[in-house]
Every structure is written in C-alpha cells, then in structure tokens.
C-alpha cells in the first residue's frame, strides 16, 4: 500500500538520520549541510549529549574548513623578527621582552627571511662562543596566504613545525602563523607565546645579569 503522506515519510526518513551520517555528509557537504550540522550541534548541547565545550570544539573544526592562512595569521607589521646581524644582548632581551619561543631571522631587508631562530638556542651560544646566530637557525616553513587551516594543520603535524611564514600571491611577506593559531580556531583561544604576560614568560631576567629559563621551554 503506497504511503497516503509521501512528503511527510520522507521528512521522517531524513530525520532519522544519525549524526555520524551527518558528519559524513559534511566531508561531502551538499547545500547549508555544515549550518544543519551546526545546528544539530547546538540541539545536542540542549538535549544535554554533548557540553558546552565539544560543541563549541565541533563547531570550530567545521568553520575551520572555511579558513585559510590569511585568516588568522600575525600580519607582517605585527610579526617580531630578527636581524642576522643583531647582537646576542639585543636577541637575548626581544626574548624576555615578547616571551616568544621563535622568531623568523632575516638578513638585509625584513622580506628576506633566511631561517627560524628557537629561543632556546641562544643558550648554546654561552656553552660554545664560537657558534654564531647563523649557526643556529633552523629551516624557514613557506606557505600561500591560501593555505587551507586544515592542511596546514596536518603539515604541521606531519612535518613537527610550530610556525610558518606566509607569503602573499606576489611571493612578499604578508605574516606568520602558529600552530597555536590553528588550534586556537578550534578550541578557542590557548594562553600561549604570542599571548602570556611577560611577568609569566619562560625566560627571566635575574639581578646578577644572568637568566633562568622554565624546564618546559619548547
């Protein structure tokens, strides 16, 4: 016997659908699928499935498909470099100063970036004076302005990097991103380098002119 309501059994048919099936649809979105999925969220979060917090994390990894490079990273103007040819004292305290663990190093203009400086680094330099801040950078990660969030944070993984330089169509310096910044879009924001008090930092400054450094300094 044929259904008298045909519109009705469907409507029935498409809410019974689980939602694991509707992340699935997600990776495979046809129209407003991430909005519905969103929406879902919130109802679940409502019905008391899930709290607060994994909503707001779900919701973050389905907007973060959206989300490219440029829109979260440190804008140029915004980014703490390095010169090659600073001194160790003016390194040191740049450090202290914005609590950063890394620090993009450029040689001659701000555009030429030529390596990654680790914080931690600089403390060989006291156990062996004959290395130089050349000496001690580690290779520069380029990535498009373009650059999917979820890619990048799969190359992050992948290739054990924390930060990347990001270039513009035309091959300039527009920023920086973190790994950090990456999540952040998913769980909210991290208290992390570019965001502690420097009174909270990891590296202090002492009387005697000497620095203690926090053992989990990465």
């Given at each position: 016997m044929s259904d008298p309501h045909p519109a009705r059994a469907s409507l029935e048919?498409?809410?019974?659908?689980?939602?694991?099936?509707?992340?699935?649809?997600?990776?495979?979105?046809?129209?407003?699928?991430?909005?519905?999925?969103?929406?879902?969220?919130?109802?679940?979060?409502?019905?008391?499935?899930?709290?607060?917090?994994?909503?707001v994390m779900l919701e973050g990894v389905l907007r973060m498909a959206d989300l490219t490079a440029g829109d979260v990273m440190v804008a140029a103007p915004r980014m703490d470099v390095v010169s090659i040819d600073s001194p160790y004292d003016e390194i040191l305290h740049l450090v202290i100063d914005t609590a950063h663990s890394r620090f993009p190093v450029y040689e001659g203009e701000r555009e030429n970036i030529i390596g990654i400086l680790l914080a931690k680094d600089l403390l060989k330099?006291?156990?062996?004076?004959?290395?130089?801040?050349?000496?001690?950078?580690?290779?520069?990660?380029?990535?498009?302005?373009?650059?999917?969030l979820n890619d990048l944070l799969r190359e992050f993984r992948g290739n054990r990097n924390h930060l990347a330089v990001v270039i513009d169509e035309f091959g300039r310096i527009a920023g920086l991103i973190t790994i950090e910044d990456v999540l952040e879009e998913i769980?909210?924001?991290?208290?992390?380098?570019?965001?502690?008090?420097?009174?909270?930092?990891?590296?202090?400054?002492?009387?005697?002119?000497?620095y203690r450094v926090s053992g989990d300094t990465s």
């Open positions: 048919k498409e809410d019974r659908r689980t939602f694991l099936q509707k992340v699935a649809e997600f990776i495979h979105p046809g129209p407003d699928s991430r909005d519905e999925l969103i929406e879902t969220l919130a109802d679940a979060e409502d019905n008391e499935i899930i709290d607060a917090e994994s909503r330099l006291q156990r062996a004076p004959e290395l130089n801040i050349r000496a001690l950078l580690r290779p520069a990660v380029f990535v498009p302005e373009s650059k999917g769980v909210g924001e991290i208290e992390d380098e570019f965001d502690i008090a420097e009174e909270e930092g990891d590296i202090f400054g002492l009387a005697d002119r000497t």
